[in-house]
């Protein structure tokens, strides 16, 4: 079942929450890494917000040929989105 964006999974997985974040095309000429790292961003504060208590990040392979450091950009968007500056965290 759909609701907003995330997906309910069946109860043979084990997780029960989907949260599914593209980062569009990404071989047109004025494409960059950073659309992941948007993507990155955007995924998991939807799964923050959706109730998850610790988002696994998965990426895709097929980038490496047009981005070979997709991988550190798509993590760095996702560390943007669990920072919390140390003034609001007390």
């Known amino acids: 079942m759909l609701a907003g964006n995330v997906l309910s999974l069946p109860d043979s997985f084990p997780k029960k929450r ?9 071989n047109r000429c004025h494409d960059d ?3 992941l ?6 995924g ?3 799964a923050l917000n959706a109730g ?5 990040l998965v990426l ?5 040929k047009c981005h070979p450091r997709y991988d550190v950009a798509a993590l760095l968007g ?13």
């Open 52 to 56: 998850g208590k610790c988002p696994l």
């Open 18 to 26: 989907l949260v599914y974040s593209s980062a569009g095309p990404l």
């Open 33 to 35: 890494i950073r659309s």
């Open 37 to 42: 790292a948007d993507a990155a961003c955007k």
């Open 78 to 90: 996702a560390f943007q989105a669990l920072y919390v500056p140390l003034e609001i965290r007390v």
């Open 44 to 46: 998991i504060k939807r």
């Open 60 to 64: 895709p392979s097929a980038v490496k």
